[in-house]
Nanobody
Framework: VQLQASGGGLVQAGGSLRLSCAAS????????LAWYRQAPGKQRELVAS???????DYADPVKGRFTISRNNAKATMYLQMNALKLEDIAVYYC?????????????WGQGTQVTVSS
């Protein structure tokens, strides 16, 4: 499975961006999905997740500002980011996993850069 992230860019503080992650699979609905980010000099961190049954969870710094969603028919995951802050600057990665005969298959997309200007 390939995951293709897009939608990053440069935005002013307080602005919005929507990231997309398109997957090359016809069984997208069974995947648990997430967005991670990695800021310069920091470890990769979980931003938001959405399970195969649409249960969502968010890291505290983005709660109330970011919304994760998925469209199984389009095999695409989204991250709507509002009220962006300088501390949101990072490379954002999409992630997906699914269970397979007692193990977990994990997939990462390439990153998309989000830059916020003051």
């Amino acid at each position: 499975v390939q995951l293709q992230a897009s939608g990053g860019g440069l935005v002013q503080a307080g602005g919005s961006l929507r990231l997309s992650c398109a997957a090359s699979t016809v069984i997208f609905s069974i995947y648990n999905l997430a967005w991670y980010r990695q800021a310069p000099g920091k470890q990769r961190e979980l931003v938001a997740s959405i399970s195969s049954d649409n249960i969502t969870d968010y890291a505290d710094p983005v709660k109330g500002r970011f919304t994760i969603s998925r469209n199984n028919a389009k095999a695409t995951m989204y991250l709507q980011m509002n009220a962006l802050k300088l501390e949101d600057i990072a490379v954002y990665y999409c992630y997906g996993d699914r269970h397979y005969f007692g193990s977990t298959l994990k997939y990462w997309g390439q990153g998309t850069q989000v830059t916020v200007s003051s």
